[in-house]
């Protein structure tokens, strides 16, 4: 699904090998304090670490996670683009609808020459099965098809609610 058909025009004249290097950047359970006084986020960084765990990198997390050091770390990179953004946290998707499509954070991130973004509300173990799903080498579509259906199988996510 795209928000906005911009958004896929965009992604559909990008070039074939555009997104084909590897790598991984995480991030997660930053330290927003010294800038707003939201709470941290439950569960984040337990997350972020497990899916470090699972890609054999350090997540960048807590005070090491500022804005500062996150540009410091990408300042010898001229251009971040990315196969698959990941955004795990409470009604990131929420956007303003307007003629053109839903503006928000994952129209930026696609405007910004992601391919995909993922945007979720869904439980750590949502976000384990999507990421071993991934390391089996299977689309973000499929893996994503994958963890859906986990989820609806499980007895403790099986509910509609979820």
């Not at 500062?68 to 998707?93: D, F, K, Y």
């Not at 990421?131 to 499980?154: I, P």
Request: charged share 20%; with cysteine.
């Amino acid at each position: 699904m795209a928000p906005s058909l911009t958004s896929l025009k965009m992604i559909d004249d990008c070039p074939v090998d555009y997104h084909c290097r590897p790598g991984v950047h995480l991030v997660g359970d930053p330290w927003v304090q010294d800038v707003t006084k939201l709470p941290i986020l439950p569960y984040a960084r337990e997350e972020v670490e497990m899916i470090g765990r699972l890609l054999g990198c350090a997540p960048l997390v807590g005070r090491q996670a500022t804005k500062v050091e996150v540009l410091r770390r990408l300042s010898s990179v001229a251009l971040i683009r990315a196969r698959l953004v990941v955004l795990s946290c409470c009604h990131i998707a929420h956007g303003e609808i307007k003629a053109e499509g839903v503006v928000g954070i994952a129209r930026a991130f696609l405007g910004a020459g992601a391919r995909s973004v993922l945007v979720s509300l869904w439980a750590i173990e949502f976000m384990k099965i999507l990421y071993q799903h991934l390391l089996k080498g299977e689309s973000a579509s499929e893996a994503l098809n994958q963890a859906m259906n986990y989820m609806r199988e499980s007895e403790e996510f099986g509910a509609v609610k979820y």
